[in-house]
C-alpha cells in the first residue's frame, strides 16, 4: 500500500520517438505518454492549408472498429477532400483510432477534429476520463505541468497557476499525446494536469482528440 501511495504521489511522464511508447500509459505511475513525431510533409501541409482557409470546423463521431480493428470514417473532414492530402490525413487518423482502440481493448472511439481560434480549457486542469489521446496536426499544441509545478488543490484558480515559464512544458505539433485523466482505476488525484496553449487569436489551431468510450 505504502509503495502505491509512493508512486500515486510522484506521476511521471514517459517519451519516446516510437509509437510503442504510448503503451506505457498502461502502466502504475505513469499520467502522460508523448510519442514524438513529426508529421509526414503531405499531412503537414494539409493541416496548414485547412487552417489557411479561415474556415470554422467542429467534427464529432463515435466510431466502432470491426473485428480487425479497421475504422471507416468517411465523413470525417469531407469538405476539405479537395486539398492535396486529405487522404493521407485520414489514414492518419484512422491508425490512430485503431491503435487507441488495440491498446484499450475499446469497442467504441469518440472522435473530435476542431478548429480552434481560442483556448478551450484556458486554466490548469485535469481529464475526469480514463484516457485521451490528444494530437495536434498545426499551431500550438497543449500545455502541461510537472507534478512539483503547481499544488493540485486550487486547479481551477488563475492566482494559483505558475507564471514562470520555466515552469510550463508544451508538446510540439505532431506530436501524439495520453492524457491520463481521474477516472483511470488507480490514477485518482494524480490526472496530468494541462491545459490550452494561450496562443495570440489569429493563431488557429487544428486538434484531434480520441476518447475511450465503451
Known sequence: ?????????????????TPAVLGDALTDGVNLTVWRRQLPSHIADFAHTLLALDEPLAESLTVEPDAHGASHMPTLA???QGIAGHAGFIADVAWLVRAFSFLLDARRIGVRLRVLDKPMCPRFHVDHVPLRLITTYAGAASEWLREDAMSRRPLGEAAAEPFDAALIEQLNAGEVALFKGEKWQGNEGAGIIHRSPLAAPDKKRLILTLDWLA
Open 1 to 17: 500500500m505504502l509503495a502505491r501511495q509512493l508512486v500515486r504521489e510522484s506521476p511521471r511522464q514517459v517519451f519516446g520517438d
Open 78 to 80: 469531407a469538405a476539405y
